[in-house]
């Protein structure tokens, strides 16, 4: 079994920053790709960033290129999401995802291992 738990969410002004981080324990997670999805009212959820469980290859959706930047921690357990120049369209909950499939090309999120989410709010 593989838990993630989210933190870093909150209420930000359209411009502004937020740091998202999703803490993973069990199993082997370090041999694990990573990824993040959001999901805002009304939305399916889609695909955000991931990064390889080697950390050497990023993934990211057209909507955030440039924007945002996921990366983790030296001992692999740790995902961060730094979110800059946030737009109100970034408003969504934000979920983890663990083990997912990487292709090379992509990343397709496994279906066992998502975190509870941590909402975001970007105000206008």
């Known amino acids: 079994q593989v838990q993630l738990v989210e933190s870093g969410g909150g209420l930000v002004q359209a411009g502004g920053s937020l740091r998202l981080s999703c803490a993973a324990s069990?199993?082997?997670?370090?041999?694990?790709?990573m990824g993040w999805f959001r999901q805002a009212p009304g939305k399916e959820r889609e695909f955000v960033a991931a990064?390889?469980?080697?950390?050497?290859?990023?993934y990211y959706a057209d909507s955030v290129k440039g924007r945002f930047a996921i990366s983790r921690d030296n001992a692999k357990t740790t995902v961060f999401l730094q979110m800059n120049n946030l737009k109100p369209e970034d408003t969504a909950v934000y979920y983890c995802?663990?083990?997912?499939?990487?292709?090379?090309?992509?990343?397709?999120?496994?279906?066992?291992?998502w975190g509870q989410g941590t909402q975001v709010t970007v105000s206008s």
């Open positions: 995802n663990a083990g997912g499939r990487d292709s090379g090309r992509g990343y397709s999120p496994s279906w066992d291992y």
């Open positions: 069990g199993r082997t997670v370090s041999n694990y790709a």
């Open positions: 990064i390889s469980a080697s950390a050497g290859t990023a």
